[in-house]
């Protein structure tokens, strides 16, 4: 799929962030609920391998917008997108795409813990099983193991595979959370602020994790934390009021910002 080599990405971080290559673009990208207008012709652009964070103040189209990149508006009734989004070229929104099989690419990870009230195992074997990806027990239990190693859950549940992940912490069912959405290993992972549940140190961890998923997987966050978006992206999205403000570097954003909105959203002048 998407690997590039540990050393291809290593080369592509220490240059310039504007030299990664896109792994989806949005052209022109607008969302209306019924006559409500949400986004106004936003063209945004996901690069490979890179955590982009999306930040602005509530309402401003932050959800919105990550919704548009796996299809997630099509579950609400009055939500009409229009502009391009592609895929690696492809364009997602083309009546021949199979939504199923886009969302095991582009996969999600919510504000909300929400495992399925089943084991561990049979949370992270779900997603395997109905795309065909697994069969055997042994490959099954392969795709628990090494689904759970890359959530850094594996450790701590091990011993506890066959209980249920609702009776995990709150972080620890973050984690199960993002070891789903892994499993059926997904090229983009969008993340709708996937720490607002949970404390200082479980945050920390999923932080933490999030750093070490970007080298095989491409991550686009939702954040209402400033201190986090800057600890871990490299790009950084500013919405306000359904327009792209800006795009920029994350050091470049959260030191000398192009736009005053950006300047005074960071500096906690509105919001
Ligand atoms: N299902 C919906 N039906 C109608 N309007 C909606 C729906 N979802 C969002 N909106 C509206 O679209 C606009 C953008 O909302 P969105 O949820 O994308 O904002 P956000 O930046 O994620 O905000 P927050 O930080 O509070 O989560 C808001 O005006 C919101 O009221
Ligand atoms: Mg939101």
């Known amino acids: 799929m998407n690997m590039m080599s540990e050393a291809a990405v290593e080369k592509a971080l220490d240059q310039k962030m504007n030299t990664v290559p896109f792994k989806m673009i949005g052209k022109d990208v607008s969302v209306y609920y019924g006559e409500k207008r949400a986004l106004f012709d936003v063209n945004l652009n996901v690069r490979e ?153 479980a945050t920390a961890k999923v932080e933490e994790l999030i750093h070490e998923l970007r080298t095989n997987f491409t991550i686009v966050i939702v954040t209402h934390s400033m201190q986090q978006a800057a600890r871990v992206s490299q790009r950084t999205a500013m919405f306000h009021l359904g327009n792209l403000v800006e795009e920029n570097d994350t050091d470049k954003m959260f030191t000398n910002p192009d736009d005053q909105r950006t300047q005074d959203y960071i500096m906690g002048r509105f919001g």
């Open 49 to 201: 391998n890179t955590v982009t964070a999306l930040i602005g103040p509530s309402g401003c189209g932050k959800s919105t917008f990550l919704r548009t990149l796996n299809r997630m508006n099509d579950t609400i009734d009055s939500c009409r997108v229009t502009g391009k989004i592609t895929l690696d070229e492809g364009d997602i929104y083309d009546p021949s795409i199979d939504v199923v099989e886009l969302r095991a690419r582009v996969g999600m990870v919510f504000q909300k813990p929400n495992p399925f009230p089943k084991s561990i195992y049979e949370n992270v074997t779900y997603g395997p099983k109905i795309h065909g990806l697994a069969r055997t027990k042994a490959e099954l239990d392969q795709v628990v193991e090494s689904s759970l190693q890359k959530a850094g859950l594996w450790n701590e549940v091990k011993d506890r595979l066959h209980e249920s992940g609702t009776g995990l912490s709150g972080g620890q069912q973050q984690r199960l959370c993002i070891a789903r959405a892994v499993a059926v290993s997904p090229e983009v992972i969008l993340m709708d602020e996937p720490c607002s549940a949970l404390d200082p140190i």
